[in-house]
């Protein structure tokens, strides 16, 4: 395998996983106000939900 190849391939690991660990970061911080957002829009989510069925 040509070094090259190789350099690209640990890039792209990097480049993956280091994205990957900011998301996990970026979730945790989230995680309280996205847990909010749900509770608030999930009774909604649900409401429209009964009103289409009802509809048909």
């Given at each position: 395998m040509a070094p090259e190849n190789t350099m690209v391939g640990t890039n792209l690991w990097a480049v993956i996983h280091t994205s990957n660990l900011i998301?996990?970061?970026w979730h945790q911080k989230t995680?309280?106000?996205t847990n909010?957002?749900?509770v608030i829009h999930?009774?909604?989510l649900?409401?429209?939900d009964?009103?289409?069925k009802?509809?048909?």
């Open positions: 998301q996990q970061d995680m309280v106000s909010m957002w749900v999930t009774p909604n649900i409401e429209q009964l009103h289409q009802t509809q048909v």
